[in-house]
């Protein structure tokens, strides 16, 4: 099981970093420059497919989540924090990635745009999540809280998603459907990449999480 569980990782590895490379020479070499943006639009190939996987992580908080509520097993708890952790990082890069983007087309670094502020309530909403986890006195209670919070907060993703055509935005309608060619291809390889980034990260994290909780299981054993 160990040799399989290796070579899944290795192949993924070696998958990924071959996509990577692909990736960046798509995005700024191969794939023409946008004429009304110019070159800053190459940030879209990276903006996007972190969004992608940001939505993607929560998701699984929140299908994890439910699974543990309802069978109260820690191995979907586990996953479900792993998955939160990814997805906070990259909803920062998302809120990085966004501002420079933004700072040529609209003339600053921050507006209270329906995308922009729903997207900081998504952050803020698994900040807490976290929060909650790290300050619980008990571990379980600090779980069940935070399988509800994981729940409770993945509402907001579709409205992160829906926003730019909910209310009146600066931020730019979604382009997918119109790319077509390069640009296309370009972003398709990149949410593949991303997307193959995300499961090397969680099995990542979950093989720690897993040697964590077991030290401390060995540990309780030892102070009996």
Same mark, same amino acid.
């Given at each position: 099981m160990k040799i399989r569980g290796s070579l899944r990782n290795n192949t993924l590895l070696g998958l990924g970093f071959a996509l990577m490379m692909i990736s960046l020479y798509l995005m700024f070499i191969y794939v023409p420059t946008e004429k009304g943006m110019g070159i800053i639009q190459r940030i879209f190939y990276f903006h996007v497919p972190l969004a992608? !996987?940001?939505? =993607?992580?929560?998701? !699984? !908080?929140?299908? *994890? +989540?439910? =699974?543990?509520?309802?069978?109260?097993?820690?191995?979907?708890? *586990?996953?479900a924090h792993a998955s939160a952790e990814i997805g906070v990082v990259f909803t920062t890069l998302v809120l990085i990635t966004g501002p420079i983007w933004a700072r040529p087309e609209w003339g600053s670094w921050w507006t209270w745009d329906a995308r922009l502020t729903s997207s900081l309530i998504l952050w803020l909403t698994y900040i807490a999540y976290l929060l909650v986890r790290s300050f619980a006195e008990e571990e379980e209670k600090g779980a069940r809280f935070a399988a509800v919070i994981g729940i409770v907060g993945f509402i907001n993703v579709p409205i992160v998603y829906l926003s730019v055509n909910l209310w009146r935005t600066q931020h730019p309608p979604e382009l997918v459907s119109d790319l077509e060619g +390069?640009? $296309?291809?370009?972003? $398709? !390889? +990149?949410? *593949?990449t991303f997307t193959i980034l995300y499961c090397l990260l969680i099995m990542r994290n979950v093989s720690l999480k897993s040697g964590i909780a077991e030290v401390k299981r060995l540990r309780g054993l030892l102070e009996e």
């Open positions: 992608w !996987v940001a939505f =993607l992580a929560f998701f !699984v !908080v929140f299908i *994890t +989540s439910i =699974l543990y509520l309802w069978k109260r097993d820690t191995k979907w708890d *586990t996953l +390069s640009m $296309l291809l370009t972003l $398709l !390889v +990149s949410i *593949t």
